[in-house]
């Protein structure tokens, strides 16, 4: 114990020194400050707060590394032009696209990943971990690793064809009203006003109550209550191009509605709806993973990251860490798409300088 | 350096200015090594083509770097202060209080939540040189030597509510409100009509001439330049080419460079007559009257015809109905009385009516060329799709048609087959949309204000195309332009419109010789002329009280 108190302090002290050494002021500042934090750090809470620093610390070089690295992967196999714009992405985009490929391979290989099946039981209810099984056992006995797993396929994929069906719904109808203009463009603003004046919550449950919770509903009532978001983003960036000179002069070429949506206002406006899509996708996620908490989203036995915290969250009450894993599953998607999409905006805004 | 003024006087002087701007990832030289000294009183014209930095060094001037370039080299002078190693508050201190700044756009410029004269006592009020009610006094003085009308009342006006000329007047006042040493006139009446610019010019001149300021006066506009400065400096790609007295510059320019810029009025064609063997006029204005939804009249009554294989300048101020006749004629807004004929047919008023025939025959080529290009789409793409939707060509044969296009325009197919607009230079995208109107194979094509946003030398290029493509492919053009000297060198009739009517129309040779209509000789007698006394000469002729509100006949 003595030691690594001891390496700990001398660590972050030549730490301190060598980067002053290299002029690197910014590290430098950072590191020391942490020396100042953790003397105080280490006389009140002593040596397992200062373990709890290292790990902590440790955590995030690693998942630095791992993003550095990803990155630098990336840039080799993919093709020139995007390997041009990769090179000018963060740590934490490059992080972010990790994460989504873990979670997309996990989910698309879900059956031959997990272990056993998602609603096999194998073991007595709340079982702990043990070798067979990672993470321990849920309620009825069911191996929790596999069910995240399968969770990741259940829940993002449904979420991900929500988010579809809302932005097919969404974008089609604000490119047609910005085109188009008039009443028809009066008309569906009034009708996304209504949709947006209920709120979403109480709307989804009312719809799914009445018309029962099979998966199809739900894709339905998630992409009808966030069109109109979509509807509106969509309609004022195409608001602002239909007024340059080239679709004045695609429309007096004769040109029709729909090829001046595909090919005169969708290439200008891709950057802000891909950005708007990763956002929009999170909201839904998080909508459905609540939905599922209440016992209306996807059903039992079928895995799925909100009812499996609903499921086990009895367990918290033990100072059981099962119930929040999902949770952080959930989470840490969030976070890692908001990464992606920050990127996204900052490269679509034009605001590169500075 | 002319001997008027003397060494002592020396207010800015800059050394072998070097800055850098950031793109791509690199530092590259904008500008490489300018030398500039300016006297007290003394007025520095710096003109050049964009991108010549002329813009970039006037901020310098103030030791002010815009965001992505820096100064990289050098030495700023500015009364005995070095500006590139000052501290951002003693260059705060200086900045309008000792140095001013008149932008191109006063529209822009001005906040247009606050009245005019707020904003004009900020500086004096702040640097606490006046009291707020001196500095108002102190302002509708500057108001009045500027002569803007009723200088009591119209401070306390909002921006959006007096007219561009008079806004950029009110900008000179903002600036000469703490007397400045030196003020810098970034292209201040490059968006002004040529009428209201003579009252910017003689205004700007008569205050500078009476507080003994210096200015650095930056502008592409040489016979603008020469009314304003007593010393010229030509720059070109961040360098400078020459610096000499006005007179001298004028009468001797020593660089050919310099001598190409003074040449480029000089493009003429032959002027073409009417055709008179009854050849029906390719279109025909027949009485139109338009307004914008619920508005006011904006076209009263406009007829005029245009012949094949000839170019119509359509003049006027803006605000007088040139475009909205253009709008009238592609069928974009429907005429509320009168009709147009293609060939003696009459045209349906709205476009969505009209045939893939009738839709063909009228092309446009638009002011802006950034955004009237696409800039998502590949050249080929945005010239062959007009071939392809009006002749269903495919394939090679589209490719080829692509191709010859391209040559037509006097661009490298094989270079420019897969770029983007965004790639391009002004001219090139210019030509680029002059190809997308030809490849409709129209016989008539609208011209609006197609030079007015380029460098004279790129302007004349364009001039020169379009009279080629004319005389080859027999073209008919409606030419849009505020610009006399454009007309000059290129119609062969013209028609003045003044507040949506036509006020005269004729042959060229015919209307730039008196007998003028009063308004026709207004807008003439505007356009500067590379004599440096012409303003003055004007302004005697006119009488000091009138020169703008002549434009009221």
Same mark, same amino acid.
């Given at each position: 114990?003595?030691?690594?108190?001891?390496?700990?302090?001398?660590?972050?002290?030549?730490?301190?020194?060598?980067?002053?050494?290299?002029?690197?002021?910014? !590290?430098?500042?950072?590191?020391?400050?942490?020396?100042?934090?953790?003397?105080?750090?280490?006389?009140? #809470?002593?040596?397992?707060?200062?373990?709890?620093?290292?790990?902590?610390?440790?955590?995030?070089?690693?998942?630095?590394?791992?993003?550095?690295?990803?990155?630098?992967?990336?840039?080799?196999?993919?093709?020139?032009?995007?390997?041009?714009?990769?090179?000018?992405?963060?740590?934490?985009?490059?992080?972010? $696209?990790?994460?989504?490929?873990?979670?997309?391979?996990?989910?698309?290989?879900?059956?031959?990943?997990?272990?056993?099946?998602?609603?096999?039981?194998?073991?007595?209810?709340?079982?702990?971990?043990?070798?067979?099984?990672?993470?321990?056992?849920?309620?009825?006995?069911?191996?929790?690793?596999?069910?995240?797993?399968?969770?990741?396929?259940?829940?993002?994929?449904?979420?991900?064809?929500?988010?579809?069906?809302?932005?097919?719904?969404?974008?089609?109808?604000?490119?047609?009203?910005?085109?188009?203009? #008039?009443?028809?463009?009066?008309?569906?603003?009034?009708?996304?006003?209504?949709?947006?004046?209920?709120?979403?919550?109480?709307?989804?449950?009312?719809?799914?109550?009445?018309?029962?919770?099979?998966? !199809?509903?739900?894709?339905?009532?998630?992409?009808?209550?966030?069109?109109?978001?979509?509807?509106?983003?969509?309609?004022?960036?195409?608001?602002?191009?239909?007024?340059?000179?080239?679709?004045?002069?695609?429309?007096?070429?004769?040109?029709?509605? !729909?090829?001046?949506?595909?090919?005169? $206002?969708?290439?200008?406006?891709?950057?802000?709806?891909?950005?708007?899509?990763?956002?929009?996708?999170?909201?839904?996620?998080?909508?459905?993973?609540?939905?599922?908490?209440?016992?209306?989203? $996807?059903?039992?036995?079928?895995?799925?990251?909100?009812?499996?915290?609903?499921?086990?969250?009895?367990?918290?009450?033990?100072?059981?860490?099962?119930?929040?894993?999902?949770?952080?599953?959930?989470?840490?998607?969030?976070?890692?798409?908001?990464?992606?999409?920050? !990127?996204?905006?900052?490269?679509?805004?034009?605001?590169?300088?500075? | 350096?002319?001997?008027?003024?003397?060494?002592?006087?020396?207010?800015?002087?800059?050394?072998?200015?070097?800055?850098?701007?950031?793109?791509?990832?690199?530092?590259?030289?904008?500008?490489?090594?300018?030398?500039?000294?300016?006297?007290?009183?003394?007025?520095?014209?710096?003109?050049?083509?964009?991108?010549?930095?002329?813009?970039?060094?006037?901020?310098?001037?103030?030791?002010?770097?815009? %965001?992505?370039?820096?100064?990289?080299?050098?030495?700023?002078?500015?009364?005995?202060?070095?500006?590139?190693?000052?501290?951002?508050?003693?260059?705060?201190?200086?900045?309008?209080?000792?140095?001013?700044?008149?932008?191109?756009?006063?529209?822009?410029?001005?906040?247009?939540?606050?009245?005019?004269?707020?904003?004009?006592?900020?500086?004096?009020?702040?640097?606490?040189?006046?009291?707020?009610?001196?500095?108002?006094?102190?302002?509708?003085?500057?108001?009045?030597?500027?002569?803007?009308?009723?200088?009591?009342?119209?401070?306390?006006?909002?921006?959006?509510?007096?007219?561009?000329?008079?806004?950029?007047?009110?900008?000179?006042?903002?600036?000469?409100?703490?007397?400045?040493?030196?003020?810098?006139?970034?292209?201040?009446?490059?968006?002004?009509?040529?009428?209201?610019?003579?009252?910017?010019?003689?205004?700007?001149?008569?205050?500078?001439?009476?507080?003994?300021?210096?200015?650095?006066?930056?502008?592409?506009?040489?016979?603008?330049?020469?009314?304003?400065?007593?010393?010229?400096?030509?720059?070109?790609?961040?360098?400078?080419?020459?610096?000499?007295?006005?007179?001298?510059?004028?009468?001797?320019?020593?660089? %050919?460079?310099?001598?190409?810029?003074?040449?480029?009025?000089?493009?003429?064609?032959?002027?073409?007559?009417?055709?008179?063997?009854?050849?029906?006029?390719?279109?025909?204005?027949?009485?139109?009257?338009?307004?914008?939804?619920?508005?006011?009249?904006?076209?009263?009554?406009?007829?005029?015809?245009?012949?094949?294989?000839?170019?119509?300048?359509?003049?006027?101020?803006?605000?007088?109905?040139?475009?909205?006749?253009?709008?009238?004629?592609?069928?974009?807004?429907?005429?509320?009385?009168?009709?147009?004929?293609?060939?003696?047919?009459?045209?349906?008023?709205?476009?969505?009516?009209?045939?893939?025939?009738?839709?063909?025959?009228?092309?446009?080529?638009?002011?802006?060329?950034?955004?009237?290009?696409?800039?998502?789409?590949?050249?080929?793409?945005?010239?062959?799709?007009?071939?392809?939707?009006?002749?269903?060509?495919?394939?090679?044969?589209?490719?080829?048609?692509?191709?010859?296009?391209?040559?037509?325009?006097?661009?490298?197919?094989?270079?420019?087959?897969?770029?983007?607009?965004?790639?391009?230079?002004?001219?090139?995208?210019?030509?680029?949309?002059?190809?997308?109107?030809?490849?409709?194979?129209?016989?008539?094509?609208?011209?609006?204000?197609?030079?007015?946003?380029?460098?004279?030398?790129?302007?004349?290029?364009?001039?020169?195309?379009?009279?080629?493509?004319?005389?080859?492919?027999?073209?008919?053009?409606?030419?849009?332009?505020?610009?006399?000297?454009?007309?000059?060198?290129?119609?062969?009739?013209?028609?003045?419109?003044?507040?949506?009517?036509?006020?005269?129309?004729?042959?060229? %040779?015919?209307?730039?010789?008196?007998?003028?209509?009063?308004?026709?000789?207004?807008?003439?007698?505007?356009?500067?002329?590379?004599?440096?006394?012409?303003?003055?000469?004007?302004?005697?002729?006119?009488?000091?009280?009138?020169?703008?509100?002549?434009?009221?006949?």
């Amino acid at each position: 114990m003595m030691f690594f108190v001891i390496g700990y302090y001398v660590f972050l002290l030549l730490a301190s020194v060598v980067l002053s050494l290299f002029n690197q002021t910014k !590290w430098f500042r950072m590191v020391f400050a942490l020396f100042l934090v953790s003397i105080i750090v280490g006389i009140v #809470g002593g040596a397992p707060a200062l373990r709890a620093i290292a790990i902590f610390a440790a955590l995030l070089a690693t998942a630095a590394a791992l993003s550095f690295a990803f990155k630098e992967f990336l840039i080799l196999i993919v093709r020139p032009n995007l390997a041009k714009e990769l090179r000018t992405a963060p740590l934490t985009a490059s992080f972010g $696209i990790f994460i989504i490929f873990t979670y997309a391979i996990a989910g698309t290989f879900a059956p031959w990943i997990a272990p056993y099946g998602q609603a096999e039981v194998i073991a007595g209810a709340f079982a702990p971990a043990d070798a067979n099984m990672l993470l321990g056992a849920d309620q009825l006995g069911r191996d929790v690793f596999s069910r995240i797993i399968y969770g990741a396929r259940n829940s993002v994929g449904l979420a991900l064809i929500s988010t579809l069906g809302a932005f097919i719904l969404g974008a089609l109808a604000g490119l047609l009203a910005a085109v188009k203009g #008039g009443w028809f463009d009066q008309f569906m603003g009034r009708v996304a006003d209504i949709i947006m004046s209920v709120p979403s919550l109480i709307f989804a449950l009312l719809m799914l109550s009445i018309f029962g919770t099979k998966s !199809w509903v739900i894709v339905l009532v998630v992409a009808i209550i966030y069109s109109p978001r979509v509807f509106r983003l969509t309609r004022a960036v195409a608001g602002n191009i239909v007024v340059m000179d080239y679709i004045e002069a695609a429309k007096l070429r004769g040109e029709g509605d !729909w090829y001046l949506i595909r090919r005169e $206002i969708l290439p200008n406006s891709t950057a802000p709806l891909i950005a708007e899509f990763g956002l929009e996708f999170v909201f839904v996620f998080l909508l459905i993973a609540g939905l599922s908490f209440l016992g209306l989203g $996807i059903q039992p036995p079928t895995a799925d990251w909100g009812s499996m915290v609903r499921e086990n969250a009895t367990l918290i009450s033990f100072g059981d860490i099962t119930p929040l894993i999902p949770a952080a599953a959930i989470a840490l998607l969030t976070v890692s798409v908001n990464f992606v999409v920050d !990127w996204m905006l900052w490269r679509s805004s034009g605001l590169k300088e500075k | 350096m002319s001997a008027k003024f003397l060494e002592k006087d020396i207010l800015l002087e800059i050394e072998d200015l070097q800055i850098q701007g950031y793109s791509e990832e690199t530092w590259i030289d904008i500008i490489k090594g300018v030398n500039l000294t300016l006297h007290r009183g003394e007025v520095l014209g710096l003109i050049g083509e964009s991108g010549a930095g002329k813009s970039t060094i006037g901020a310098a001037a103030m030791g002010y770097a815009r %965001d992505g370039t820096r100064i990289s080299g050098g030495r700023i002078e500015f009364d005995g202060i070095e500006l590139t190693t000052a501290t951002e508050s003693d260059k705060r201190s200086l900045r309008g209080s000792r140095i001013a700044y008149v932008a191109q756009s006063a529209a822009a410029s001005f906040n247009p939540a606050h009245k005019i004269i707020d904003q004009h006592t900020e500086a004096p009020v702040q640097y606490r040189i006046q009291k707020r009610l001196e500095a108002q006094e102190d302002a509708m003085k500057l108001y009045e030597q500027l002569r803007l009308p009723n200088p009591n009342e119209i401070g306390f006006r909002y921006p959006h509510q007096v007219s561009g000329g008079q806004l950029q007047r009110a900008m000179t006042a903002m600036a000469m409100s703490c007397r400045p040493d030196l003020i810098i006139f970034d292209e201040p009446t490059t968006a002004l009509d040529v009428t209201t610019q003579i009252e910017v010019l003689a205004a700007i001149r008569d205050i500078v001439d009476q507080y003994n300021t210096a200015a650095i006066y930056i502008t592409h506009d040489l016979a603008v330049v020469a009314q304003m400065a007593d010393t010229i400096k030509v720059l070109l790609k961040g360098e400078e080419v020459e610096q000499a007295s006005t007179v001298e510059m004028l009468e001797n320019p020593q660089e %050919d460079y310099t001598k190409s810029l003074w040449a480029v009025r000089s493009f003429k064609r032959p002027q073409k007559a009417r055709p008179k063997d009854g050849t029906e006029p390719i279109i025909s204005v027949k009485n139109i009257d338009a307004a914008y939804t619920g508005g006011v009249k904006v076209l009263d009554d406009v007829s005029f015809d245009i012949y094949p294989g000839m170019t119509v300048a359509v003049v006027g101020e803006s605000g007088s109905g040139k475009s909205t006749t253009a709008r009238c004629i592609t069928g974009l807004l429907p005429p509320m009385a009168g009709e147009i004929q293609f060939k003696g047919d009459t045209l349906p008023p709205k476009y969505t009516d009209r045939s893939k025939d009738q839709l063909r025959q009228a092309q446009m080529i638009y002011q802006m060329a950034d955004t009237a290009l696409n800039p998502k789409v590949q050249i080929n793409e945005i010239i062959g799709r007009p071939a392809q939707f009006y002749s269903g060509l495919k394939g090679t044969a589209l490719k080829q048609r692509v191709d010859e296009l391209l040559d037509l325009i006097e661009l490298e197919p094989s270079k420019y087959y897969y770029r983007y607009p965004p790639e391009l230079s002004g001219g090139q995208k210019q030509r680029i949309g002059i190809a997308r109107a030809l490849a409709a194979e129209p016989e008539f094509i609208i011209c609006d204000e197609v030079t007015s946003a380029l460098d004279q030398l790129v302007a004349e290029g364009i001039l020169k195309l379009l009279d080629r493509l004319q005389r080859d492919l027999g073209l008919a053009y409606m030419f849009i332009t505020h610009d006399l000297a454009t007309v000059r060198s290129i119609a062969d009739e013209v028609v003045v419109m003044q507040n949506g009517k036509v006020v005269e129309q004729g042959p060229k %040779d015919k209307m730039f010789t008196p007998p003028h209509h009063p308004y026709t000789d207004l807008l003439l007698s505007s356009v500067p002329e590379m004599d440096p006394n012409w303003l003055t000469t004007l302004l005697e002729e006119r009488g000091v009280d009138n020169i703008g509100e002549k434009a009221d006949v």
